[in-house]
């Protein structure tokens, strides 16, 4: 089953007050597993970039007055996502953004039966912790240390790692020595990706220890 996991950087939080989106990032996965797909490109928002959204993340609007705008590249990006489930963290922000640069260039919208917020994963996961894509990296013992600003394609890794842990499916690295509860599984492009073991229960260990009494003489020496 492919996916894909998407972010996008803004000028600035709202749509009703006519923010832009200046970048959009997506990583495919094919059976959870991240494929050479991406699509990634910065867009020229026809507009400026307020303050807020710069010191997140550091977009000029010198150096965005040179790039695309979303029409010439909607077409490639609704193709790259068609029939895909979309992994988001915060799905109302960014599909509310995606939708809106739609409706503006008279698109169909993207439909959110379509959209896995990993927020909303995480807030049911965890209640009460903190579900940013930062405290689920170190929830999870992910290395966000490129994430110095926040842009697309780093965010779309890091997120993907979040979403494998939180469908618990397969774990980022750990140190076996310390953690006898995961085992490695190599895929073709040999990265390491680990699932869990599931440990028998105490009744089950209790019943296979009656049925070995039962079933097997102790040997004498």
């Known amino acids: 089953m492919k996916e894909i996991v998407l972010d996008t950087e803004t000028t600035g939080l709202s749509v009703r007050d006519g923010h832009r989106i200046v970048e959009i990032g997506c990583i495919e996965l094919d059976n959870l597993v991240p494929t050479k797909n991406i699509f990634h490109v910065y867009l020229n928002p026809e507009r400026k970039v307020s303050e807020k959204a710069f010191e997140v993340h550091g977009y000029t609007d010198e150096f965005l007055s040179t790039k695309q705008k979303f029409v010439e590249i909607a077409k490639n990006f609704l193709s790259f996502i068609e029939n895909k489930k979309i992994i988001i963290h915060n799905a109302e922000f960014d599909i509310g953004h995606l939708n809106n640069e739609l409706s503006l260039i008279g698109l169909k919208k993207i439909n959110n ?5 990993t927020l909303e994963l995480a807030r049911n996961k965890f209640p009460g912790s903190g579900i940013s894509l930062d405290a689920l990296c170190k929830r999870f013992r992910i290395d966000n240390s490129k994430r110095e600003k926040h842009t697309a394609l780093i965010d779309c890794e890091l997120l993907a790692k979040v979403y494998i ?27 390491d990706y680990y699932k869990k073991i599931i440990f028998p229960t105490e009744e089950e260990l209790s019943d296979h220890n009656e ?6 003489k102790k040997n004498n020496f």
């Open 113 to 117: 039966s379509n959209v896995i917020d």
């Open 165 to 191: 842990n939180l469908i618990d499916q397969k774990e980022p690295t750990l140190n076996l020595v310390e953690n006898n509860e995961a085992k490695i599984i190599s895929n073709q492009d040999g990265l």
């Open 211 to 216: 049925f070995l009494k039962k079933n097997f």
